[in-house]
């Protein structure tokens, strides 16, 4: 089936730093991803839609400068978390969908836990 | 986008019992999704069902669909220790981003 790698799996930085997380479709190639952002025992926060080669689609309450999104080919996007602090920490999980059919499922990458200190 | 609403929140059960969860969700679909997520995982899809279907099959899954009502059900058959995780519902209207609810927890206990 196919298959979304998210990296890095885990990650730890200072506040302050900025952190970039990777999502791949690895067999597939997707006009759009998706950005999640889930806390303990919570369910998923869509943060936003990743469009290839155009601007990301925010959702309301997510600040566009603090979650930087770029899509720049068919099968990445990336989120980078800019100037960290505590409260970003989370759990976030990309997905994407085969451009051939938006009305088929969704496939999610394995999330990468941040954690800021 | 819409976001289905699971019930219950949280379930549990023995090993070799049957578990039920239910999605409502409130406009009109082209399908509906199943996924599950356990413990500091992505998601993993499990079964769609369209607007036109009203029951499919995947090996202990059971998933049915009540346009009617807006709703849909989903039977895991002889649960097992490792079907123990987070369950949600999708309600897929087209090219728009999938929303979630809080999902049904199941602990299945051996």
């Known amino acids: 089936g196919a298959v979304v790698s998210q990296h890095p799996s885990r990650v730890i930085c200072k506040s302050g730093t900025s952190v970039k997380i990777e999502c791949r479709s690895l067999d597939f190639q997707a006009t759009t991803m998706f950005w999640y952002r889930q806390f303990p025992k919570k369910s998923l926060m869509l943060m936003a839609t990743?469009?290839?080669?155009?601007?990301?689609?925010?959702e309301q309450g997510v600040e566009k400068d603090k979650f930087l999104i770029n899509h720049a080919s068919l099968t990445l996007s990336t989120l980078t978390v800019t100037s960290a602090h505590p409260e970003d920490s989370s759990f976030y999980i990309c997905?994407?969908?085969?451009?051939?059919?938006?009305?088929?499922?969704?496939?999610f990458g394995q999330g990468t836990r941040l954690t800021v200190v | 986008s819409q976001q289905g609403e699971e019930d219950p929140q949280a379930l549990s059960i023995q090993e070799g019992e049957n578990a039920t969860m239910n999605c409502s969700y409130k406009t009109s679909i082209n399908n509906l999704q199943w996924y599950r997520q356990n413990s500091g995982r992505g998601l993993v899809h499990l079964i769609l069902?369209?607007?036109?279907?009203r029951e499919k099959h995947s090996g202990r899954l059971r998933v049915t669909l009540d346009t009617s009502k807006k709703s849909s059900s989903l039977l895991i058959t002889a649960s097992r220790a490792a079907d123990t995780a987070s369950y949600f519902c999708a309600p897929n209207s087209g090219n728009t981003p999938l929303v979630f609810g809080k999902g049904t927890r199941l602990s299945v206990i051996a």
């Open positions: 997905s994407a969908r085969d451009r051939r059919d938006s009305y088929t499922e969704a496939f």
């Open positions: 990743s469009n290839e080669g155009s601007k990301a689609t925010y």
């Open positions: 069902i369209r607007s036109n279907e």
